[in-house]
């Protein structure tokens, strides 16, 4: 397996909307001791408050919005395509439940922060800036209850990436 190496994250190249949309990411956040991870599609890249970040949205009945919300730091790991079933895997079934970072075969790594995964070929290592539930007041989308038939609103999680890690 390849080693990791930090990237400048102003020399990332990725298509945020591929990356986010298509490939997915797995959120992880705890310790060795305890940690949970989830599959996301929904997101966003970018500069706020003069920091490169990555915007996170989790329902608070994800196991893992528990690990977000009680941690600092918290990982975003993007895999290649051949860990598609891994991927989906993760975002269908709870940590509760089930050990799913066994079952999806993934290796995780300790060594920061936060836990992240050796399959990864890039990863976000991410300070939390600012968690917000969204406010139903705000949407302007007429067909947003599609989204929130059950009124769960996502914590929106804005993460300043501390270190990006890339494969050699």
Not at 96 to 107: F, G, Y
Request: some cysteine; overall charge positive; hydrophobic content about 40%.
């Amino acid at each position: 397996m390849s080693k990791f190496v930090q990237i400048a994250p102003s020399e990332l190249l990725l298509n945020p909307f591929t990356t986010l949309d298509k490939d997915w990411m797995l959120i992880t956040a705890g310790n060795k001791k305890s940690f949970n991870t989830m599959t996301a599609s929904w997101g966003a890249l970018g500069v706020i408050w003069n920091k490169y970040t990555v915007t996170c949205y989790i329902r608070p009945q994800r196991y893992t919005h528990e690990f977000v919300e009680r941690e600092e730091y918290f990982t975003c790991s993007f895999l290649e395509s051949s860990y598609r079933q891994a991927l989906a895997l993760c975002g269908r079934v709870s940590g509760r439940d089930t050990n799913k970072v066994k079952d999806a075969d993934l290796t995780p790594i300790f060594d920061e922060k936060a836990p992240y995964f050796a399959e990864a070929n890039q990863v976000f290592l991410c300070r939390k800036l600012y968690t917000q539930v969204i406010d139903p007041k705000g949407f302007k989308l007429p067909d947003i209850d599609e989204n929130y038939a059950a009124k769960d609103y996502h914590t929106i999680v804005i993460g300043e990436i501390v270190k990006a890690l890339g494969k050699k």
